[in-house]
């Protein structure tokens, strides 16, 4: 089993609508979450970052990370065609290591 | 400013020969990640180097891969005796490494095919 297991899709959704990304991870000891966009044929960019459990919102992004369930999300409020990327979540451990372990990306597909 | 810097962008070569692979991070940052992007395996950690620390080579998948840093700054990534399964998209990222900036700054990627 994968540390950190993510859809990949693809997911095709119309313009406007609300898209939820998520990833499941098994390991209790992340405490730090990110959510990366890759367009095609480029490098990750980083989208978002929570530290241990709660929300973050950005614009028309909102991260959420619940502990409990080792469970985070990505919500993408109005999206647009220039959403469409492949998503991809990250976590490591409290200090001590900068290893991040990087979930396989969701393909998104923003249709106008 | 300039960002991460990757050389050369698509790289073609034979079974059993060698690669190099380099980046160039951005001024200043201390930390620096080589990772590997294959089809449907997301990002997979190889190596790790921060500032004059022993790099973090855990990722490593066999001893033909190999890493150095060069006076904290540039960095080049070698293959030997390359296998049809290295390749795929070899991504180099750097960190300011500050408190509170988990941040990674990620190159284009260099495109490897081995035949």
């Known amino acids: 089993q994968k540390e950190v297991e993510q859809d990949p899709g693809p997911l095709s959704v119309p313009e406007g609508a609300i898209v939820s990304l998520n990833c499941t991870y098994s390991?209790?000891?992340?405490?730090?979450f990110m959510w990366y966009r890759q367009y095609s044929r480029k490098g990750p960019e980083l989208l978002m970052y929570?530290?241990?459990?709660g929300n973050k919102e950005d614009g028309r992004f909102t991260a959420q990370v619940d502990k409990s369930s080792k469970y985070i999300s990505l919500f993408i409020r109005d999206s647009q065609p220039s959403d469409s990327a492949t998503y991809l979540c990250?976590?490591?451990?409290?200090?001590?290591?900068?290893?991040?372990?990087f979930g396989t990306g969701t393909r998104l597909k923003v249709l106008a | 400013g300039a960002g991460v810097s990757q050389s050369p962008s698509n790289k073609v070569t034979e079974k059993g020969k060698d690669v190099e692979l380099r980046c160039d991070p951005i001024?200043?940052?201390?930390?620096l990640y080589w990772y590997r992007q294959s089809l449907g395996q997301g990002l997979e950690f190889l190596i790790y180097?921060?500032?004059?620390?022993?790099?973090?080579k855990s990722g490593l998948p066999s001893d033909r891969f190999s890493a150095e840093r060069t006076g904290g700054s540039v960095s080049t990534l070698t293959i030997q005796r390359t296998q049809q399964e290295d390749s795929a998209v070899y991504l180099c990222?750097?960190?300011?490494?500050?408190?509170?900036?988990?941040?990674?700054?990620f190159g284009p990627g260099t495109r490897l095919l081995v035949l």
């Open positions: 990222a750097s960190s300011p490494r500050l408190a509170g900036q988990e941040t990674q700054y």
């Open positions: 390991n209790s000891a992340f405490q730090y």
């Open positions: 929570t530290y241990s459990s």
């Open positions: 990250a976590m490591r451990m409290t200090s001590g290591t900068y290893k991040y372990i």
């Open positions: 001024s200043g940052h201390t930390a």
């Open positions: 180097f921060q500032g004059n620390s022993a790099p973090d």
